[in-house]
T-cell receptor, first 111, second 118 residues
Framework: TQLLEQSPQFLSIQEGENLTVYCNSSSVFSSLQWYRQEPGEGPVLLVTVVTGGEVKKLKRLTFQFGDARKDSSLHITAAQPGDTGLYLCVAQETSGSRLTFGEGTQLTVNP | ETGVTQTPRHLVMGMTNKKSLKCEQHLGHNAMYWYKQSAKKPLELMFVYNFKEQTENNSVPSRFSPECPNSSHLFLHLHTLQPEDSALYLC?????????????????FGPGTRLTVL
């Protein structure tokens, strides 16, 4: 299984701040998904990106897939306490159907 | 609420116990999965069932035994577990097509069972 590195692993910020989470690999992926997992719950899909250079926006969240489809970023503008959770990137390898999971970024937004 | 339910939500068991985890979905999905989530580690895919047939077993120890009697139900039978097996066990389902080369279907996760092995 190819390693999918997420950074930072932990992030604690104040409400209203902006932040960016990164997901990087040396492998090329056919698609990449971002999930958010809140305490006591399972991960929930936020977005899927499939085209190199693709940018998707979901309210205050902006997702980007790298041109080479090896990396992705998630930017949150004016973070709110409700954004608190574990953000996971999950990528599908181009060579098959296997999914690769990042370790996750634990985000805490303090009021 | 994703439509995937798991029971129990919490389980404490000794190393000699036998217990089972249950997962249920009525979303019409044909693929179901068991994952292990440990602190500071990526999600580990354990088993994949597609149309009730096991299509993937990621070198999981035999003390974990999955069962998929139909497309809506998935079980994980536990026997003689070790303390290092303590983790959150997540079940997920997805619509048909995830296992094809070009698909990237969403996985719907249950809330998980928090397992503690004493």
């Amino acid at each position: 299984t190819q390693l999918l590195e997420q950074s930072p692993q932990f992030l604690s910020i104040q409400e209203g701040e902006n932040l960016t989470v990164y997901c990087n690999s040396s492998s090329v992926f056919s698609s990449l998904q971002w999930y958010r997992q809140e305490p006591g719950e399972g991960p929930v899909l936020l977005v899927t990106v499939v085209t190199g250079g693709e940018v998707k926006k979901l309210k205050r969240l902006t997702f980007q897939f790298g041109d080479a489809r090896k990396d992705s970023s998630l930017h949150i503008t004016a973070a709110q306490p409700g954004d608190t959770g574990l953000y996971l990137c999950v990528a599908q390898e181009t060579s098959g159907s296997r999914l690769t999971f990042g370790e996750g970024t634990q985000l805490t937004v303090n009021p | 609420e994703t439509g995937v339910t798991q029971t129990p939500r919490h389980l404490v068991m000794g190393m000699t116990n036998k217990k089972s985890l249950k997962c249920e979905q009525h979303l019409g999905h044909n693929a179901m999965y068991w994952y292990k989530q440990s602190a500071k580690k990526p999600l580990e895919l354990m088993f994949v069932y597609n149309f009730k047939e096991q299509t993937e077993n990621n070198s999981v120890p035999s003390r974990f035994s999955p069962e998929c009697p139909n497309s809506s139900h998935l079980f994980l039978h536990l026997h003689t577990l070790q303390p290092e097996d303590s983790a959150l066990y997540l079940c997920a389902s997805s619509p048909p097509g995830l296992l094809s080369l070009s698909s990237y279907n969403e996985q719907f996760f249950g809330p998980g069972t928090r397992l503690t092995v004493l």
